[in-house]
């Protein structure tokens, strides 16, 4: 018993001991002595203002926002039932969403803060989110992801940044001019680039972003301290390392795809329905919904040998995006184009593990679903019409006959519960 007790205050004090330097700054390897540490930018934290729950669709909305300003724009954390990541977005007064929901900010929430401060200059309010990530006792204890929700035109806007030692001291007010900006903090491994000395060491790096509207920046021109690499040795050390050359820094920082700014993607979530030997072949219909906005214009082609003069085409073409283009082997090629400004989400559905054959149902600003068949034929969902894309067969199916194929029935409709439910559920209780 006696052994057991104090295995239990050695956790309790090592815990307590991690929640007391969770805001300091690292004292010992900063890019300033602590005598010497700037004027250090308030931050005021937001009042919790409301928490609700739903059986359906999360676990939990939580909502950040300021009491005694009823009128001023409040932020939502909101995470999916069954699901480990999370949605932030942002609404105003009202409850009207101006802004996300941004899908995956954060995998759990650990140590959490909210605040409030004017950083952008443009006399509206703006937020810090802070969670700490932690690293089971190694040097990764004190990593703490900052994402920064700056207001921008009518909305605002979310960038969300990865590093250590984020505390609150780490947001100042450098020169002195009454704005913030934030002493961002990177360790990196220096393993197989040697120093002076001839062997590898780790360093301390750090960098000064500013706010600029709705964006975060690099600004290291603002003092002569930044960018700074400190050498991490067994004693105190503030002075900028005299180890590397720039051309070793930077094959050092270029290791890490993103050191500074990260873009948070959520594992594309899933349905797995089990058919019986008559449907499909008995194979298991999966169907994985991706929230992350394409990169590139969507697009559906469709090889066929109707004129462009032909109704079809300029009936039920021209108006939802249906254009003529000519390959290189002098094909022709109709194909629906859905610009990548518009994409909001692919839901892909696959037959089997081997991905025989395949679909995209594709869901546009606009309300459009394109399903897309890969070998046998495609069709534009609109909400008032359904029609195919010409294909290289004989005949043109109508809407109906469409809406019959059991192979439709069994995957749109899974495919828009998906979506919805990741998509448009985020904006409601």
């Not at 067969?393 to 409709?413: C, F, Q, S, W």
């Amino acid at each position: 018993m006696k052994t057991r007790l104090v295995i239990i205050t050695l956790v309790v004090l090592m815990s307590s001991l991690c929640q007391a330097a969770w805001e300091p700054y690292n004292k010992n390897h900063g890019p300033f002595a602590p005598d010497d540490w700037p004027e250090v930018f308030e931050l005021k934290p937001c009042d919790s203002l409301d928490i609700r729950c739903s059986r359906r669709y999360f676990k939990q909305k939580q909502y950040y926002g300021i009491k005694d300003r009823p009128n001023a724009p409040r932020l939502c954390l909101a995470q999916r039932t069954g699901w480990q990541w999370s949605w932030l977005y942002v609404e105003d007064s009202q409850g009207n969403v101006i802004s996300g929901p941004h899908v995956a900010y954060a995998e759990v929430w650990s140590r959490l803060g909210v605040y409030s401060a004017e950083l952008n200059g443009d006399g509206r309010e703006d937020f810090v989110i802070r969670y700490l990530l932690g690293g089971c006792g190694t040097i990764f204890t004190f990593s703490c992801n900052v994402v920064f929700v700056l207001s921008d035109g009518d909305g605002y806007t979310v960038t969300p940044t990865t590093g250590l030692w984020s505390g609150l001291d780490y947001f100042v007010d450098i020169k002195g001019d009454g704005r913030c900006r934030f002493i961002h903090t990177r360790f990196i491994n220096g393993r197989g680039v040697k120093g002076r000395d001839g062997k590898s060491h780790n360093y301390w790096v750090y960098n000064l972003l500013e706010f600029k509207g709705g964006k975060v920046v690099v600004n290291n021109k603002l003092s002569p301290h930044f960018p700074r690499w400190i050498w991490y040795t067994f004693k105190p050390n503030h002075q900028p390392t005299t180890q590397l050359n720039e051309d070793q820094k930077l094959l050092l920082w270029k290791q890490y795809e993103n050191p500074i700014f990260y873009k948070p993607q959520a594992a594309p979530i899933e349905l797995r329905i089990p058919c019986d030997a008559n449907t499909f072949g008995g194979e298991t219909l999966i169907i994985r919904y991706d929230p992350i906005q394409s990169k590139r214009d969507y697009k559906a082609p469709a090889f066929s040998s109707l004129p462009d003069t032909d109704p079809y085409v300029t009936v039920r073409g021209h108006d939802k995006g249906l254009a003529r283009v000519v390959t290189d082997n002098n094909r022709r090629l109709k194909e629906y184009v859905v610009p990548k400004e518009k994409l909001r989400a692919v839901v892909d559905v696959f037959f089997g593990e081997n991905i025989v054959e395949d679909y995209h149902f594709v869901f546009a600003d606009d309300k459009i679903v394109v399903i897309y068949r890969s070998n046998l034929n495609a069709g534009i969902f609109s909400a008032c019409d359904i029609y195919e894309l010409p294909w290289p067969r004989p005949g043109i199916e109508n809407k109906d006959d469409i809406l019959a194929k059991d192979y439709l029935a069994k995957t749109l409709l899974p495919s828009i519960l998906l979506f919805y439910e990741e998509h448009i559920a985020p904006n409601i209780d």
